[in-house]
């Protein structure tokens, strides 16, 4: 072989794309007592598929769920013996902390796995988390790598769950002082909510839910937004028509955004569904998440209202509108952490910027305010900007 052709030999380059596409189609279905015997929607679910053979499965629950509901493990267990031709419940329910506590120690994602393979769970069984978000992401985390992927059936318990994470296709648990680090796209085989766990729900958590409503309406939906305004004295109360609405409607609207947004998986720079977040989340970890997750949003909420129209985003005003809004649930909208510095006096919540364009990588994307309804997406945030809007939120609730 000559010199020249043994250089254009090795210098060849070949490319070959490999292309395929994969479906996602799954149920969120809303329904009353869903473990009553003579309710069909679960067994039906697991039957989706394969309809003739008995689905083998593990059930999840959220403690303090269990603790508030004791006949809930019984319902469960005499739910799947009155389905034992098409059901086969392989353990009793396994009760795991439910909250940031099962999202900070890896012990509680080995536990479950652990109990997995006890059971010999493979592909074709079910994993079944009942509870709040942060135990449904723990327990996607947990299907979605035992055995690259087990069938995942979500059991939101909460408003927050209910109307928001439950829906989505995010797992995650935390790591390194960072909220969500390890994690995984992977959507459910189904979302299966249950108002009677609304009913019987601590007040804390149920205003605590209504933020993730109250962030969909204002960058997604204009009518939703005053809807929340015309209903707000039902929704303080808990009326249940109202919640049910209020419910299904921030679902519905964060179900359009992860199914046709164009990126489900999050693979640009944007989170088009959080608005408020980066404050939220830097909040939360400030306060070793003695703040709740839809409390901490709620102050986001307000903290990005304010700077929306500090940088003449959003008209004068709107933000009152908001925080009224807001209080009016049964939100506060300050926390002394807003205020905490670091060893060079920067305001330690400004973090949240930082951690919030590291979580996707590329550049910052932040979700603001152009009206109420209308969300917009900037990448520069104006730090003075934010410590004015801080200054502003603190003055506003009398500190």
């Not at 380059?13 to 149920?27: A, G, H, K, L």
């Not at 648990?173 to 108002?195: E, M, R």
């Not at 960058?219 to 039902?234: G, K, M, Q, T």
């Amino acid at each position: 072989m000559t010199e020249e052709l043994r250089q254009a030999h090795t210098t060849q380059t070949t490319t070959s794309w490999q292309e395929f596409s994969v479906p996602y189609r799954f149920p969120v279905s809303f329904t009353q007592n869903l473990f009553n015997p003579d309710n069909p929607l679960l067994v039906d679910t697991m039957s989706l598929q394969e309809p003739r053979k008995q689905h083998r499965f593990v059930v999840f629950v959220d403690e303090g769920l269990a603790d508030a509901q004791p006949q809930l493990i019984t319902s469960i267990q005499q739910y799947a013996k009155a389905h034992s031709q098409q059901l086969e419940l392989v353990s009793e329910p396994t009760t795991v902390p439910g909250g940031e506590t099962i999202k900070s120690d890896l012990h509680f994602v080995e536990k479950m796995q652990k109990v997995i393979v006890d059971h010999h769970i493979d592909r074709h069984s079910f994993v079944v988390g009942i509870g709040g978000g942060a135990l449904l992401d723990a327990v996607g985390l947990v299907a979605a790598t035992s055995h690259r992927g087990i069938r995942h059936i979500r059991v939101p318990s909460t408003v927050l769950s209910q109307n928001d994470s439950g829906v989505g296709v995010k797992n995650g648990v935390n790591l390194f002082g960072q909220k969500n680090y390890i994690g995984t796209f992977s959507p459910p085989f189904a979302v299966l909510n249950d108002y009677s766990f609304i009913e019987q729900l601590p007040v804390r958590d149920k205003v605590a839910g209504m933020a993730e409503a109250v962030k969909v309406a204002l960058i997604r939906d204009p009518v939703f937004y005053s809807w929340l305004e015309e209903n707000a004295d039902r929704l303080a109360t808990f009326e249940a028509d109202a919640m049910q609405y209020m419910i299904r409607r921030c679902a519905e609207l964060h179900m359009a955004q992860i199914g046709q947004g164009g990126d489900p998986f999050e693979t640009g720079s944007a989170r088009p569904l959080d608005f408020g977040h980066w404050a939220a989340h830097r909040l939360e970890t400030l306060t070793r998440y003695h703040l709740r997750h839809g409390e901490a949003v709620a102050i986001g909420i307000a903290l990005d209202a304010r700077y929306s129209v500090l940088s003449g985003l959003l008209p004068e005003g709107s933000e009152e509108r908001i925080c009224f809004l807001l209080e009016h649930f049964g939100f506060k909208l300050w926390h002394p952490a807003l205020e905490t510095r670091n060893s060079v006096g920067e305001l330690d919540v400004i973090q949240g910027l930082t951690d919030f364009r590291e979580h996707l990588g590329g550049e910052l994307t932040i979700t603001l305010l152009t009206a109420l309804g209308i969300g917009i997406e900037v990448h520069k945030m104006d730090t003075d900007l934010v410590a004015d809007a801080i200054q502003w939120l603190k003055l506003r609730c009398g500190k």
